[in-house]
């Protein structure tokens, strides 16, 4: 009799918490008036709450741009990278223990949107939500405030002045084991007034996006052949990159194990991650995964033009780790990360 597993990268399921409850409010309003852009400083609040005795480890917090931010007039856009949230501060009640801070969380301090890809505010945290109060249905709350950014560059100046835009944005709280707990949209209201300053210029603009096909990848072993060959799946054509500098691509898992509902595990460094690319010239590294950060790629700028990557995700013949492993479904959450080399 052959065991399945299956291995899910970038997919998340979505089942009910009954513990912890998510709710979250804006301040959606910002005015740009400066080619320096512009910060909300209390654009956003996540509330997380719940009643009793619960310990939720490793839970995060995603962010994600549900469609283009379009002015009102639908003739403009701006690009999703150009917006970007950072954490402000933490406040609420826990027993025995305070709620904990945002350091003890372990959150990025800028997360910068990206058009068609889920991105984390909380990337898996290190601090649990936990509570043990004296009284049997004791309160927790924990509320977490962002700041929103416009970044500044000479391309605000290319849209008329007292333009209006809104970006949807639906923001997604996970348990350790990717079960959604709670989901919300709001939509952020952003308005270019008169701009004052000179544009500045050589600022570093860079894009990167999935294809819709590569977001959720999936590895099976299905057979007595996949546990003595390994498996592989490549998505063509699935990374696409624009940048008007030099750039790199770095690759992580926000986990450092693949997961099961039953809470069975396998190492994330048992799959291998390598991209390539027929559309320009470009170094490319191949890897294990692994929640530290790795450089998967060095591009030279694109000139205006888009480059696009081919992901091959696999395993090694033979891997005992697949062999002793338990019939299961496991799954694990990588971010994939471009900056200026």
Not at 253 to 258: G, N, R, T, W
Not at 290 to 299: D, F, T
Request: aromatic share 12%; hydrophobic share 35%; no cysteine.
């Amino acid at each position: 009799m052959i065991k399945t597993l299956s291995l899910v990268l970038l997919l998340a399921g979505q089942f009910l918490y009954s513990q912890i409850s998510y709710y979250s409010w804006i301040n959606s309003y910002l005015q740009i008036n400066s080619y320096d852009g512009n910060t909300n400083p209390d654009a956003y609040t996540a509330m997380l709450s719940g009643n009793g005795n619960f310990n939720v480890p490793s839970w995060r917090l995603s962010a994600r741009l549900k469609q283009p931010i379009r002015s009102t007039d639908g003739n403009y856009t701006i690009p999703g990278n150009k917006i970007s949230f950072h954490p402000v501060s933490s406040s609420g009640q826990a027993y025995p223990n305070p709620v904990p801070t945002i350091p003890q969380i372990g959150m990025p301090l800028n997360v910068i949107l990206q058009e068609g890809q889920e991105v984390f505010l909380v990337p898996s945290s290190n601090a649990p939500l936990y509570n043990q109060p004296s009284q049997p249905n004791g309160y927790y709350n924990l509320q977490i405030k962002f700041s929103l950014t416009v970044m500044g560059g000479a391309y605000l100046g290319s849209y008329p002045a007292w333009m209006k835009f809104y970006a949807p944005v639906e923001f997604t709280l996970y348990d350790q084991y990717n079960n959604v707990i709670g989901k919300m949209s709001h939509d952020f209201e952003l308005q270019i007034g008169t701009l004052s300053g000179i544009p500045p210029t050589d600022i570093p603009e860079m894009s990167l996006t999935f294809a819709p096909s590569a977001q959720n990848a999936l590895l099976e072993f299905k057979s007595m052949d996949d546990y003595s060959n390994g498996v592989s799946v490549t998505y063509n054509n699935a990374l696409i990159v624009k940048s008007n500098t030099n750039y790199q691509i770095k690759l992580k898992s926000l986990q450092s194990q693949f997961t099961s509902s039953f809470g069975n595990t396998i190492p994330i460094d048992a799959v291998k991650m390598v991209l390539s690319s027929t559309t320009a010239n470009t170094n490319v590294f191949p890897i294990s995964l692994s929640p530290l950060s790795q450089l998967v790629a060095k591009g030279n700028a694109t000139q205006g033009n888009t480059v696009n990557y081919d992901i091959k995700y696999s395993t090694t013949h033979n891997d005992e780790i697949f062999i002793n492993a338990k019939s299961d479904d496991y799954s694990a959450t990588l971010q994939y990360e471009i900056t200026p080399q």
